[in-house]
């Protein structure tokens, strides 16, 4: 998973300074999973061994992305990121959806499915 800085965020996801309307516009050309950490959180490492495993699965079809949060304040007060783990998850169309906590392969796979529409 690559790790994101704000400006490279900037680039692959999302730049806040062209907003218009308040209006989301993605910048990638897949959808992407954003994993928002810090070194020193034992659930993030867990989230992260999960998330390692499903980048394998789906790597050629969805961009896997880190941030971390102590590094990145700026992107943490963008999504108004309060706890971690946080997963951001960003289809190709339509705005994004924010899951707080550990969430397990299972579920992850739904979400894939159902809200990134990735088989």
Do not use: H, R
């Amino acid at each position: 998973m690559e790790n994101l800085t704000t400006q490279t965020f900037k680039l692959k996801i999302f730049n806040p300074d062209k907003v218009e309307n308040d209006e989301w516009k993605f910048e990638g050309d897949k959808p992407a999973i954003i994993d928002f950490y810090a070194n020193w959180c034992q659930p993030c490492k867990a989230l992260s061994f999960t998330l390692s495993e499903l980048e394998k699965e789906y790597g050629n079809k969805i961009n896997f992305y880190k941030v971390d949060v102590e590094e990145e304040p700026e992107l943490s007060e963008l999504f108004t990121i309060k706890s971690i783990p946080t997963i951001l998850f960003i289809p190709i169309e339509g705005n994004p959806q924010i899951d707080v906590g550990t969430i397990n392969k299972v579920n992850l796979k739904k979400i894939i499915k159902d809200f990134l529409k990735v088989e």
